[in-house]
């Protein structure tokens, strides 16, 4: 008798165990549900602003720009802290001019400035400085005289107040053709 209810109470004691252990792993697979359904609400809202600036940039250069030349280019960062900071760069390499587009850069003192480069054979070229809106967006024209079809990519780095003639900051956004 003693020995059914000693194993009884073990048997209860296991019963508990296992429930909460199920608890807590059905607990774990909600939460990476949660975190899924967050990432992938995350990925289309990206897409989304991507998509908008796009279409923008595209609107108001179709007046000024001889469009098939236009060369996108999308800006990304490599620094974890700013994995939702995005940009688009367009470059006309007829009129050597363009846009770049930037949102959800993280807003700067006035100590400094976020700076524009444009890539070529023999080295950076500054092709200006901005600072974001309060919400970490920025549009900037650019107009550098360059030889044709030798900007190989846009990048922007964050550089004391004015810029810099060479880059001296780190790289935020970055775009190569």
């Known amino acids: 008798m003693f020995i059914l209810l000693g194993l009884s109470g073990w ?5 508990m165990r296992d429930r909460l252990a199920h608890a807590a792993l059905q607990s774990e697979a909600d939460f990476a549900k949660l975190a899924e359904r967050n990432a992938t609400a995350q990925l ?32 990304k960062s490599s620094l974890s802290n700013l994995s939702d900071a995005q940009g688009i760069a367009l470059w006309d390499p007829n009129s050597q001019s363009g846009l770049v587009t930037v949102a959800r850069l993280p807003v700067v003192s006035d100590a400094q400035d976020y700076q524009v480069w444009l890539q070529l054979p023999s080295g950076p070229v500054s092709a200006g400085v901005f600072k974001p809106s309060s919400t970490g967006n920025a549009r900037l ?3 550098q005289s360059v ?5 190989q990519s846009v990048a922007i780095t964050l550089e004391a107040h004015g810029g810099a003639a060479m880059p001296t900051g ?8």
């Open 170 to 177: 780190p790289m935020v956004l970055q775009g190569h053709w």
């Open 11 to 15: 048997l209860a004691s296991q019963n």
């Open 147 to 151: 030889a044709p079809n030798t900007v």
């Open 44 to 75: 289309h809202e990206r897409t989304l602003i991507a998509e908008g600036m796009i279409n923008q940039l595209r609107t108001e250069l179709r007046q000024s720009v001889d469009w098939p030349h236009v060369q996108p280019l999308l800006l």
């Open 141 to 143: 024209v650019v107009s």
